[in-house]
């Protein structure tokens, strides 16, 4: 079983960076694919960005978020650009036992951050 703990959220305004930080503990994170989903008060959880064990990636905001990984570190990306208003929401990391691509369904996932909140000010 893997632990997943997300940093890097905050309170920012409209056309600011960030970029949330995935650590994870008792488990190497080269073994899993990778995603991160967000959760905007009243809404369903949606997929943001997923990276493989191999590294490679997609994203649903594209041009202004990108995953990545540093297996050295046990971390997982996301650094966010551009940030709107409409990006306000929990973010969630999460870890996915096996599988050889990426993966962008919330059911794929076996593991879960406790989320970190973004809120963007317009």
């Known amino acids: 079983q893997v632990q997943l703990v997300e940093s890097g959220g905050g309170l920012v305004q409209a056309g600011d960076s960030l970029r949330l930080s995935c650590a994870a503990s008792?488990?190497?994170?080269?073994?899993?694919?990778m995603g991160w989903f967000r959760q905007a008060a009243g809404k369903e959880r949606e997929f943001v960005a997923a990276?493989?064990?191999?590294?490679g990636s997609t994203n649903s905001v594209k041009g202004r978020f990108t995953i990545s990984r540093d297996n050295a570190k046990n971390t997982v990306y996301l650094q966010m650009n551009s940030l709107k208003p409409e990006d306000t929401a929990v973010y969630y990391c999460?870890?996915?036992?096996?599988?050889?691509?990426?993966?962008?369904?919330?059911?794929?996932?076996?593991?879960w951050g406790q989320g970190t909140q973004v809120t963007v000010s317009s």
């Open positions: 999460a870890a996915r036992n096996g599988g050889s691509t990426w993966y962008s369904a919330v059911h794929e996932y076996d593991y």
């Open positions: 008792q488990r190497t994170i080269s073994m899993y694919p």
């Open positions: 990276i493989s064990r191999g590294g």
